[in-house]
């Protein structure tokens, strides 16, 4: 089974690197959640996670209800995205992202051939808008901005070019109203350091310069395995996080990032290939989503990583330490099996 092959040599770089950067308790709960994720992977042998499409309108409300119960009840001082309770911290944004895919997988399995009509198009979006509004309001810009990607990549194929160039003239309206009115100082100077990194070096260019040493030092072949000074003695900031590939390619250099790229170029290429073979149009439609999901947070975070694009707070997928998106994402990888195998 390739994605499971391909999923092991993922679990396998993520787990070294928390483990040769020094993050042994973090490296043991990881550890934990990959043996999760598999027993959830594996049970779409006996589960038929199909099934959850029957009610996909259920899996949107109950993303929805999470979300405002942990941001509202548990944190009523401050509406944010996550919940730390000992083990680790819960992130209900990250199961959101399965109501979300639900949705739009059996709205685009009726309506894509009627998506060139306007109202089909907004009708789209706005099943998806409470999701993205909630997220903004905990806030968190940088998975908002995923799932706001998620239902644009996978309505864009079926606009007709008017509909294209209209739209995209609204987008550009409502990115420059959200800069002067809507994005917080901090949100503006992640975009604008971007092109200045050397302004404000201790402040909000010091991830961005740190990152960018980081790749910088490691050549071709990297520093060797437990190597890595810049994310070993923490000069780079998130280094199991949000900057895991980074501290990846510090002791792998180049050689491990190419080998990075390839191994995401096959996950998404498995996923499509084994795919194309499946009549029903729901699971067809569910696989797309998932490349396009997969596809943007792959691209988004790399380029992130290698300083091409503004920080953003979005794990790496299958790398980055955290078990709500590994769970989740093993969930989605579930269900989609679940149609392979019926």
């Known amino acids: 089974m390739k994605i499971a092959l391909i999923l092991v040599f993922f679990m396998l770089i993520s787990l070294v690197t928390l483990f040769s950067i020094g993050r042994q308790t973090l490296f043991e709960r990881q550890l934990i959640f990959w043996l999760a994720g598999w027993l959830i992977f594996f049970s779409s042998y006996w589960i038929s996670y199909k099934n959850v499409f029957r009610r996909p309108y259920f899996g949107l409300v109950l993303a929805i209800v999470i979300i405002l119960l942990v941001g509202v009840f548990f944190l009523p001082s401050h509406f944010r995205s996550g919940l730390n309770r000992g083990f680790g911290s819960f992130q209900p944004s990250e199961f959101g992202r399965i109501g979300l895919l639900l949705i739009l997988?059996?709205?685009?399995?009726?309506?894509?051939?009627?998506?060139?009509?306007?109202?089909?198009?907004?009708?789209?979006?706005?099943?998806?808008?409470?999701?993205?509004?909630?997220?903004?309001?905990?806030?968190?810009?940088?998975?908002?901005?995923?799932?706001?990607?998620?239902?644009?990549?996978?309505?864009?194929?079926?606009?007709?070019?008017?509909?294209?160039?209209?739209?995209?003239?609204?987008?550009?309206?409502?990115?420059?109203?959200?800069?002067?009115?809507?994005?917080?100082?901090?949100q503006k100077e992640r975009v604008l350091t971007l092109f200045s990194s050397n302004k404000d070096v201790l402040g909000s260019g010091y991830n961005l310069r740190q990152l960018k040493i980081t790749i910088g030092s490691a050549g071709i072949f990297g520093r060797g395995l437990g190597g890595g000074t810049e994310a070993r003695l923490g000069f780079l900031p998130s280094s199991?996080?949000?900057?895991?590939?980074?501290?990846?390619?510090?002791?792998?250099?180049?050689?491990?990032?190419?080998?990075?790229?390839?191994?995401?170029?096959?996950?998404?290429?498995?996923?499509?290939?084994?795919?194309?073979?499946?009549?029903?149009?729901?699971?067809?439609?569910?696989?797309?989503?998932?490349?396009v999901q997969f596809g943007l947070r792959f691209v988004l975070m790399t380029a992130v990583d290698v300083g091409l694009f503004p920080i953003m707070g979005v794990p790496v997928p299958f790398l980055s330490y955290g078990g709500s998106y590994l769970i989740s994402d093993f969930i989605l990888l579930a269900i989609w099996r679940s149609f392979q195998t019926a």
């Open 105 to 186: 997988s059996v709205f685009l399995a009726k309506f894509s051939s009627k998506l060139n009509q306007d109202r089909y198009l907004l009708l789209s979006f706005i099943l998806v808008l409470p999701l993205i509004l909630l997220i903004l309001l905990e806030p968190d810009f940088g998975t908002a901005l995923i799932y706001f990607l998620t239902w644009f990549f996978s309505v864009i194929g079926f606009m007709s070019k008017k509909q294209f160039f209209r739209w995209g003239l609204i987008l550009i309206l409502i990115f420059i109203i959200g800069w002067f009115f809507v994005f917080k100082p901090y």
């Open 240 to 291: 199991q996080t949000d900057f895991i590939l980074d501290s990846f390619v510090e002791e792998w250099g180049l050689v491990g990032f190419v080998f990075f790229l390839f191994l995401v170029f096959l996950f998404l290429r498995t996923i499509y290939v084994e795919s194309r073979f499946v009549a029903d149009p729901l699971a067809k439609s569910f696989a797309f989503l998932l490349v």
